[in-house]
C-alpha cells in the first residue's frame, strides 16, 4: 500500500488512479502527523468483497426486549 499526503494526492490525482487502475491500494494521510484518513481501493475489490455471514448462532439463541427500549444507532456502534 502507498501512502501520500493530501498535497501529493492532489498533485498527482492522474498517477493515483493508474496506480489503482494496477490494484495496488492508496492511503491518503493528513497533518503534522499523517494520520491516514482515507484508502482508495481498486473498484473490483470493494465489489467482490464478500458479505459476513452474520448469525452464526441462528436458531440456537433468542433475546427478548422491551417495547419501551430505546437506543440510536450512535450509542449502539459506539466502541
Known amino acids: 500500500m502507498i501512502t501520500l499526503n493530501v498535497g501529493e494526492f492532489k498533485s498527482s490525482f492522474s498517477e493515483v488512479l ?23 481501493v481498486p473498484f473490483n475489490k470493494y465489489k467482490d468483497k464478500q458479505k459476513r455471514k452474520l448469525g452464526i448462532l441462528k436458531n440456537t439463541a433468542s433475546f427478548n426486549t422491551k417495547e419501551d427500549f430505546k437506543i440510536s444507532d450512535e450509542e449502539l456502534l459506539s466502541p
Open 18 to 40: 493508474d496506480i489503482i487502475r494496477h490494484g495496488k491500494e492508496v492511503a491518503v494521510s493528513f497533518g503534522k502527523k499523517k494520520e491516514k484518513i482515507a484508502v482508495l
